[in-house]
């Protein structure tokens, strides 16, 4: 790989690292296990001789494959980490409360749902995106994150016309 390639990829784990993190701890529900696939991920575009022609896309997608390997190998463990980090450390158990209850209300979710709206609003993907992840059409895609977001407004009780 050419030292350009491997600087654009430096670069690019720099503005995308928390985003690609929280994507794999959403799917493995572990920390340790989640920064292993983020690392295993550009490990396997630096293997390559050439970059893919979509790179973000592609991390994400040995992220998913990366992290349902790490799920067979951590079966065994029964806690999950916090999915959501408080925002600059805050701790009040209000805000404590209220990321938890973000990631319960996640629970509720259809796999593809949550997994469409962590890519979507954390990871920054566009539906074309996200479809090239989970290798389904953007249509798909949409309609998965359209049924999560109304399944969340309501399991949160909020407002649908919000």
Known sequence: MRKEEV????????????????????????????????????????????????????????????????????????????????PNGATSPEVVARFKELEDALGVLESDEGEAIVLKLYGGLTFKEIAVVKGKSVNTVASWYRRGLEKLRKHLGEDSDA
């Open 7 to 86: 600087a654009y990829l430096q670069e690019l784990y720099e503005v995308h690292r928390l985003a690609l993190f929280s994507y794999a701890l959403s799917r493995t529900g572990h920390r340790e296990t989640a920064e292993d696939v983020v690392h295993g991920a550009f490990a396997q575009v630096l293997k390559k001789q050439r970059l893919p022609k979509e790179v973000l896309p592609y991390l994400y997608r040995c992220i998913r494959n990366g992290a349902v390997d790490g799920h067979r190998r951590a079966a065994l463990r029964k806690e999950k980490d916090a999915l959501f980090a408080a």
